[in-house]
């Protein structure tokens, strides 16, 4: 297609694009909305809330990401005045700005009309965020990085240096992929143009964020306390009973086997397969073959080759925010191949793979996105953090029980603390007391893991319950976590709790707190 034609295809399908761009934002935001999860979207707002009200990150906040994430988070929350439906705000907001970014890429490489494509097959094999999670606000800075990336503009060198830096402070395993590739392609530059002050630019973007964030750590008496959340993967990976190797291996064989055989149920596979193989072919053409070196399409090669380190479970919303970073490179090469024939057929079939995907996936191929009951979830105002969440009459119920009992308690009982061997954080959220935990949940498939993050946390529970000065609600047996402290202890109320481990969820007072409220029967 030639550039005139492509220019008046594109214009032409602008305006579709841009609305269906806005309808997939807002959809997101309402689907997302309806999902009561109170482990992954409590963490990443309560870190955000935490970091409002004081507290130190992770001295006394359980960062498990990045900073930058929870200080961008942050900054949407008090914009809405601490509404939950902020962080998903943030989320779409950055997620599709990347597939514009991304697009643009596509443009910069070919033409027009790849950058349509680009964006359809983005949108329709990933339609939404699944989760407020920093990997979709770390892409947004990955496509930054490559968008502004010139080898022989020094200003965009600098852009590019500081998005790339900004993508790992953002989601920090990111710098496993990033800074072996920044390495690469600065080692590229100085073999291919020989221009230190190219570099010189690259690298001084690329610091400054670093710099910055390594300031604000010592200054703060921070340092350690991050270093050791560097060790946290291989506590996940510890906890699950795997290996790196392990993990290797099911991606290699899921993607040679599953991803190509199962394209009826999961599409989305086969498209990220497709990218992969491309980029692999390219970057060796590129190295090898071709006369005039493209640093920019060699860097998004080694980059999407490179982190799918990050997405070595094969999870969708991972791949598609790290490994599809190399989309524009399928394009680029269909782009410079001069067959029409063939062009067009490789379009097909992406572009049939990619609508196949919309029609029978909608929503993405999200399983938990499949249970939402629209028909009988509503809004409530009952509490300010959730007052734009829309679900069922159950959830709410138990969060104004969970409230009341605190309420009873604070109002009652001299009490200073509260503690949470439950895996919902809303419940935790939502107490007027204190908080004694960093990792504010206990997951039961993770083992003893709210003790590698804080290791005299039973210690100072067991303080805390000698002095009659802290209350806990747990799931049934997650109370033995405390079980020598408990002769002081009565169970006041049991809450039948559905999704969670464990049939019930159960508040302990101290006996002192009890018979106040029996005394002025409020029990």
Known sequence: MTLERSKKLYYFLLPFLLAFIVFSFFRSINIISHIYDSMHHGLIFSNGVDLLEGKKPYKEIFIQYGLLGTVLNSIFIYLSNFNIVSIYYATSSFYFLSIIILSLTTKSLSNYFYMFLTCIIFLFNHPMPHFPWPNYLAFFFLTLGVYFFSEHNYKKLFLSGFCLSCSFLVRENFYYFIIPSFLIINFLLFIFHKDLKRIYFLISGFLLPVIIFLIYLISNDL????????????????????????LLREFIIFFSTQ????????????????????????????????????????????????????????????????????????FYRIYKTNNSQNNFIACFILLFISIYSFIYFPKGNVKFFQKIDFINSYTSKEFQYFRSQKWPKEKWNNLIMINKMDSLVKNNCKIEYVANFTPDIFFYLISDLKKIQIFPLIVNNMKNFETFVQKNLYAQIGDEMKKSNIYIFSMENNINKVKKNLDNYVEIYSLEVKDMKGTSMRIWVPKKCYQKLQLNNLL
Request: hydrophobic letters at 55%.
């Open 223 to 246: 340092f350690q306390d991050w270093l050791f959340y560097q060790t946290l993967p291989f506590e996940y990976l510890k906890s699950h009973g795997n290996s790196f190797f392990y």
């Open 259 to 330: 991803a190509i055989f199962n394209i009826v149920n999961n599409p989305q596979y086969i498209i990220i397969l497709i990218i992969f193989l491309f980029n692999i072919f390219v970057l060796f053409e590129e190295i090898f073959f071709n006369k005039d070196k493209n640093l920019k399409v060699i860097l998004i090669c080694i980059i999407c080759l490179s982190s799918s380190i990050v997405s070595i479970n094969y999870e969708i919303f991972r791949l598609y925010t790290s490994v599809i970073i190399g989309l524009p490179i399928l």
